[in-house]
């Protein structure tokens, strides 16, 4: 593949000149930026929450506290500067039936039972395990993602509550037509057309606050009659307060809240690692998959006992806030504590701020967050990735993040077992004594082991035959197998089959399996047996 081509292929959807030095001093100038970032990510939070809060069947304020509580924790011990976390609507979804069957006490047990499962993953270093998701996934699920994003932006073009517009009564839940669309589709582009202008202009304040700010005097200043953030429910509330779960401590509750716990977990997890990525890729940064699933735990621990619906990393979010500059913790702890002061403070201001200007800032959100390079790679890319990609983003629709990435997972490992099981093959050649070598070409493994069977022809072959794995490796117990079979093969023949060269892992699997009688003085290269005599009774433990 040409150089430039994988330099295409590897590319992320975000350029460098977002990332911030390491070096950069956290002076005045930076601290102003963060916290005007935080304000910007707070005031996108809130219908989100409010948003997902109706999703999940629970009041509103179950989901702005939920944002508030894993927004602060996460930004403080998370394992990545500049990400934020808040109440999703991944785990909405799956919140609601439990909901709907049990009630809300039941959640908050359940949400503390999830928050225990991802400090576990934290301290078993699972997290790791993210290095396996191929970059085809990521791609997908980064336009998945970017597709979800703008779907859930449509529910703001329909009618929050029964309003009468020009002599019209319009039912909560119609879309909106005539002038009021027409009104809000020019808010609308005028948001994403401030924020495209405003960094030409001056970088003194984030471009996303700049268009929610100058859009919302516009509206208030003219009264122009459009759906504000009030007509989606007051966010007026007070601090939360401590309080257990009311629910049985028996192992019927146990019952019923562990396996909503676990799925909510694991959901939670793959999209905040997965997030954990991708602004790492944007800030420069590596690392700290492990120490962002125990902030991620210990957030939610915290929110189930304070009367939040829980929650994980939010990709829309975490992207205002990097393209607003932000790239420390202060932005994500400005952006909870902002959040707060408007349920306490200010809920009469932030309900008058008209949704189009935030729809504006998400659709920025979704132009942004598109992998557009992925379209131009798509007929250059092996057909198998480019599979990958149109299957996760599909998914990811259709269904959740979490299957999505997990479909991906299974069917990148799919195509590459079925790549390597295919390179197996061997170079033969006739000895001087009698004698005839099969070198192994590629990984013997369950996928190849049957082509390797296949590789021996044992009639035709002297009694003397060496089987050179030099270039090969024994990988798991279908490859033993394999072994075995070729083996007591030319045993039934009356002949004898030699093993030579095998890794020193190789050689301790096969060992281990009680397969092979060791001599280890014959190879000082290998520093293992170079020439391994496969007799009756040595192979399949006879």
């Known amino acids: 593949m040409p150089r430039a081509l994988l330099a295409s292929y590897a590319a992320r959807i975000q350029k460098p000149d977002l990332r911030l030095s390491q070096g950069e001093p956290l002076n005045a100038g930076r601290i102003r930026i963060e916290l005007l970032s935080g304000l910007t990510v707070a005031l996108a939070l809130v219908p989100e929450a409010v948003a997902f809060a109706f999703v999940a069947g629970v009041h509103p304020l179950v989901g702005l506290y939920a944002a508030f509580l894993v927004g602060l924790v996460t930004a403080v011990f998370g394992g990545r500067p500049g990400m934020i976390s808040g109440a999703t609507g991944a785990l909405a979804v799956v919140m609601v039936a439990l909901v709907a069957q049990h009630g809300v006490e039941y959640l908050f047990a359940t949400v503390v039972l999830m928050g225990l499962l991802q400090v576990f993953a934290g301290v078993m270093h699972w997290g790791k395990f993210i290095r396996l998701v191929p970059h085809p996934v990521m791609l997908g699920f980064v336009n998945g993602l970017a597709i979800v994003i703008f779907l859930a932006q449509m529910t703001q073009f329909k009618v929050p509550g029964s309003v009468t517009t020009s002599g019209h009564t319009a039912t909560a839940g119609e879309w909106l037509s005539g002038t009021p669309l027409y009104m809000m589709l020019g808010l609308v582009g005028l948001t994403m057309f401030i924020i495209w202008a405003t960094p030409k202009v001056t970088k003194l304040i984030p471009a996303p606050l700049a268009g929610i700010g100058i859009v919302a005097i516009v509206v208030i200043a003219f009264g122009i009659d459009v759906p504000r953030v009030g007509d989606l429910a007051s966010i007026e509330g007070g601090l939360p307060s401590f ?191 009698d004698g005839k070598v ?87 290269d290998y520093e293992i047996a170079a020439d391994y005599s496969v007799r009756t009774g040595i192979l399949g433990g006879h």
């Open 243 to 433: 309080h257990i779960p009311t629910v049985p401590l028996t192992l019927e509750t146990m019952k019923i809240i562990f396996p909503y716990a676990v799925i909510l977990a694991a959901i939670g997890l793959i999209e905040s690692l997965l997030t954990l990525n991708l602004v790492g890729e944007m800030t420069g940064r590596r690392g700290g998959a492990s120490q962002e699933c125990i902030a991620q735990g210990a957030a939610n621990v915290l929110t189930g006992f304070f009367g939040g619906m829980g929650g994980c990393a939010m990709i829309g979010q975490s992207m205002i806030n990097v393209k607003s500059g932000g790239r420390t913790r202060i932005a994500g702890i400005a952006a909870a504590l902002f959040l707060l002061a408007f349920i306490v403070v200010a809920s009469s201001l932030i309900e008058q701020i008209p949704l189009a200007a935030l729809v504006g800032v998400m659709f920025m959100v979704v132009i942004g967050t598109f992998a557009w390079n992925s379209l131009k790679i798509l007929r250059r890319v092996p057909r198998t990735d480019a599979f990958v990609i149109i299957l996760v983003t599909a998914v990811t629709v259709y269904e959740d993040l979490a299957v999505a990435v997990v479909v991906g997972v299974i069917v990148s490992a799919l195509a590459y077992a079925w790549n390597n099981a295919s390179r197996i093959h061997a170079e033969t050649f006739e000895t001087d004594a």
């Open 438 to 524: 099969y070198r192994i070409q590629g990984p013997l493994f369950f996928g190849s082991a049957d082509g390797f069977i296949e590789l021996f022809t044992v009639n035709e072959d002297p009694d003397n035959v060496v089987v050179e794995f030099a270039d090969s490796r024994v990988v798991d117990q279908s490859a033993l197998q394999a072994i075995e079979a070729v083996a007591l093969k030319y045993e039934a023949a009356g002949k004898r089959i030699q093993l030579r060269h095998l890794s020193r892992d190789c050689h301790e699997l096969l060992t281990k399996a009680g397969h092979l009688m060791v001599d280890s003085d014959d190879d000082p």
